[in-house]
């Protein structure tokens, strides 16, 4: 396979994906491979909590906390939170093993998910195993970069309870160099996953290697080319940005007009059964129930029908890039023409 710029790869990977995707087209196949690619491709693994978002607007007097946090609740608090944290880990899991499945049916034209699914199992796992560690590693590295700054706002909220008037330039001192920090914390956090995603799991796919030899392959190719790896971390993110700003505009008044229409409907029901018997209050709400089941599987399915062909696209654009860079992936995405019979 030839070399490609960063922009040369951007037809090739929508080529790709309309002919895996619609020559046949075919419904179910469609919607599945669709639904795999949105599922791995917005599955980043990064978890974004909201902490003490109304702990600063609000001051609670232990007194009047109206119950008391007994043995038995600390112990049901605990087992809910481990449960939660299974379940992130194992559909963390899953998403890993079908990004390996996905990786196959796009590497070989291939419909269907299952042999990519068994195919790579251990590498998925080493993979799985490897983006845990480095997540924990950046969480690590992001938390002693805050560090400092907690304990400047914790500082400062104590002076304000003291002295009773907030210390406006000492918080501008503390905010504003927070705004760079939050914007680098994003970059590294972008070009990690790009690294792990992009161009390190087709090494461990494809030659089941293991962490450290897929990263100094990684390495290799992007101390030599600096400059199109740039290009193409900055179009990874501006490709799928304007391509999402197109689909909101073109999808917008027809969404409004479905989903407002259905809404109409529900609040109408809603109001139609304020005054009315015990029967058609069951009936009407089975029907409100029904019609919100509606509305969020139809909004599920415009995801996955237009987002599926993006998400899919941007994987072939990855493999499109990276594929001239290294011969093993190269040579799948396009085989190289027979050699000539010996005369």
Known sequence: MLM???????????ERTRNLLFRPFRWGTFLKLCAVAVFTEGFSGNFNFSHGSHASHTHIDPGTIPFHITPALMTALAFVGIAVVVLVIAIFYLAVRLRFALFECLVHQDR?????????????????LLSIAVGLV?????AALMLPFFIGFLRLFREMQISGHFPLAAALGLILPLIP???????AGFAVDLILRDFMLPHMALENASAGQA??????????????FFLYAVLRILLPLAALIALFIALA??????FGLLGVSMAAIHAALHNASMALTVIG????????????????????????????????YALVFYGGRYQALGDILYPPPPAPPPA
Do not use: D
């Open 285 to 316: 709400s089975v029907f409100e129930v029904l019609l919100g089941l509606l509305i969020m599987a139809l909004a599920l399915f415009l995801a996955i029908a237009f987002g599926g062909p993006l998400c899919m696209s941007i994987r072939n």
């Open 112 to 128: 269907r998910i299952a042999p990519g699914w068994h195919k790579y199992r251990f590498q998925a796992l080493r993979f799985f």
């Open 138 to 142: 950046f969480l690590v590295i992001v």
């Open 253 to 258: 008044l027809p969404g409004i007009l479905l």
């Open 215 to 228: 990263w100094n392959a990684v390495r290799t190719r992007i101390v030599r080319e600096m400059g199109s």
């Open 4 to 14: 490609v710029s960063a922009t040369q790869a951007i037809a090739p990977a929508v």
């Open 181 to 187: 920090l939050f914007l680098g914390i994003i970059v």
